[in-house]
């Protein structure tokens, strides 16, 4: 763009100011123009108003510095910590919070601008992975949800009894070939851009669609169906899925807990059990729930449970034993909850705080 003067004297009101790392600075109003005439003259503060709305009258170094501290400050702290960066106040915490949703649809399209112009592969899964074998190539998916308070439209209204609610994110990690990992989570307010699933779809073509004539992919999972739906739309019924080890751990003593057993024989139980699943003997476990609770009748339902339990994700239960200590891989999705833990809870589970699910999504995403 270059500079075009006006003909008549700029008063005090056709002032622009721009905030920047150094304070506001204020700049006349000028004239603009394109040098090949495809962009319509227009003053300055109007292109800063049409063609840069998520920046604005601010400058980019500034927008960063706010961008870092409100994913791991309050909005009114980092209102504060501008302030005393720069001397004077330049943005509260409510302008900051909208400066951040306005930012999220520029990050989501920085974050898929990888997958424009590419051809996408439809993706053959391998369904017999070498699961034990140190040496055979895997790519690990790890799925989890976290939910956080939900901010509630009605709080202003003291007749009104808050309903505890929350607001729930997705967070993917799907495996790189140097073995990190890249992250996925899912906007619902976008009206343009690529959801959650499609994201992920294109990821493996973009990476694996020339290293793999089958995907060696291997789902590590708490068993909720709702993963094992979405699996199933990326990649198809036939992807190897593994039921996480502590979840199922959990699950057992949660179970074992309600059969109206003495501590002593609920540990005692529970460790047997556990011995079985450890090594993948899902049909003995079965056996030892019919034989070491027969005489338990009052509980009968919830040793249903446990069987059913078991039998439900039979399929997903391995020799733990041999993949952990021989071939050293990972047998849980502790990575995504941790994942989890430091993009979304380190910041929005917080006592006091309410999230909006616009304004939770886009601060997971940034």
């Known amino acids: 763009m270059k500079k075009k003067k006006l003909g008549f004297h700029l008063n005090g009101k056709n002032k622009v100011w721009i905030r920047t790392l150094n304070g506001k600075q204020s700049f006349d109003n ?12 227009s003053f300055l503060d109007s292109y800063c108003g049409v063609h840069c709305p ?9 927008l960063e510095l706010m961008s870092e501290y409100a994913s791991k400050l309050s909005y009114s702290d980092t209102s504060l910590l501008l302030k005393r960066f720069m001397g004077e106040s330049i943005y509260t915490g ?3 919070q909208h400066k951040i949703l306005d930012l999220e649809p520029l990050i989501s399209t920085h ?7 590419r051809q996408l592969s439809f993706h053959f899964v391998d369904p017999h992975v070498a699961l ?3 040496s055979a190539p895997e790519v690990c998916y790890l799925d989890d949800a976290i939910g956080v308070t939900k901010q509630n439209a009605k709080r202003s209204d003291p007749t009104y009894e808050k309903e505890l609610k929350y607001v729930q994110t997705d967070v993917v990690l799907v495996q790189n070939p140097d073995h990190s990992y890249h992250y996925f989570n899912a906007n619902r307010f976008r009206s343009s851009g690529l ?17 793999y004539g089958t995907i060696p992919f291997v789902a590590i999972t708490d068993g909720a169906r709702s993963i094992h739906c979405r699996i199933e739309r990326i990649v198809g019924a036939n992807a190897c899925i593994i039921l996480d080890w502590f979840h199922l751990e959990k699950k057992i003593w949660q179970l074992m807990s309600r059969l109206g057993q003495s501590k002593p024989q609920k540990e005692r139980h529970a460790k047997e059990l556990l011995h079985y699943l450890w090594n993948g003997y899902v049909t003995d476990a079965l056996i030892y ?5 027969a ?3 009052a509980r009968q339902p919830f040793l249903e449970e446990l069987q059913e339990y078991l039998l439900k994700h039979q399929a997903e239960i391995i020799d733990y034993d041999t993949r952990w200590r021989c071939a050293h891989k990972c047998i849980g999705s502790g990575r995504g909850e941790k994942a989890n833990d430091q993009i979304i809870a380190r910041h929005q589970k917080i006592n006091g705080k309410s999230w909006s699910e616009q304004g939770s999504h886009a601060m997971a995403t940034l």
């Open 295 to 297: 005489v338990v009748t």
């Open 132 to 134: 034990y074998d140190a």
């Open 30 to 41: 000028q004239r603009y123009s394109s040098l090949d005439k495809s962009v319509q003259t």
């Open 195 to 211: 959801d959650l699933e499609t994201q992920i779809e294109c990821y493996l073509s973009v990476v694996y669609q020339s290293v």
């Open 54 to 62: 998520a920046q604005g009258y601010q400058s980019s170094g500034l």
């Open 111 to 117: 974050l898929q601008s990888i997958y424009n112009h």
């Open 289 to 293: 729930t019919e034989q070491a609770f």
């Open 94 to 96: 409510s302008q900051i």
